[in-house]
């Protein structure tokens, strides 16, 4: 079975460009996360949807972030414009068993702004 | 607002030797608790998922506790090797009536030594 699928593994931009990150869950986990994760540091997140709703975006910084999820499958996380602390590994993730079992995750988008 | 903290934030042993990392947070009202080990570069793997209502959970080597009143969890890897090496990572999972959130520790760094 195929695991979390993000792309582009890396991704180096300067400082104002925008960028986007593609993730395809498991198939059949409607539960999607997205987690930013900064060097040394955990996950923190996102945003979390529920099929296509998001139903937890309230640590997602609204004035250059954006993400969606459209059929309720894969789903793109933007930033525009990019700025130098956005630098960090961009995490994907989903679970099977709604919105408290277990998280797998993606390989993540690695994330460098010039 | 739950805090996780793992301790030491780095570990080196020698290779067969048995290890224990821990896990403390704040709020024992937790729902879950799942530990991670992260590959420098790669995402994190899932390794243990305990509920709140179990006291441990084991697969092959690893072998993780919980201890919900005391605010502890620990990750017992036995008979270490070097494709052990890695960051590990533990999360705890509150559900609470405005929602449900995961909180991350910033991961103990293992390395085994040949």
Known sequence: EAGVVQS???????????????CNPIS?????????????????????YENEEAVDD???PKDRFSAERLKGVDSTLK????????SAVYLCASSP????GELFFGEGSRLTVL | KQEVTQIPAALSVPEGENLVLNCSFTDSAIYNLQ????????????LLLIQS?????????????LDKSSGRSTLYIAASQP????????????????????????????????
């Open chain 1, 97 to 100: 068993q709604g919105s408290t």
């Open chain 2, 35 to 46: 530990w991670f080990r992260q590959d420098p570069g790669k995402g994190l793997t899932s």
């Open chain 2, 53 to 65: 209502s179990q006291r441990e959970q084991t697969s092959g080597r690893l072998n993780a506790s």
């Open chain 2, 83 to 114: 494709g052990d090496s890695a960051t590990y990572l533990c999360a705890v999972r509150m559900v609470t009536g405005g929602g449900n959130k995961l909180t991350f520790g910033t991961g103990t760094q293992l390395k085994v030594e040949l």
């Open chain 1, 8 to 22: 582009p593994r890396y991704k180096i931009i300067e400082k104002k460009q925008p960028v986007a990150f593609w």
């Open chain 1, 79 to 86: 930033i525009q414009p990019a700025e130098l602390g956005d």
């Open chain 1, 58 to 60: 309230s640590q997602l």
């Open chain 1, 28 to 48: 059949g986990h409607n539960t999607l996360y997205w987690y930013r994760q900064n060097l040394g540091q955990g996950p923190e997140l996102l945003i979390r």
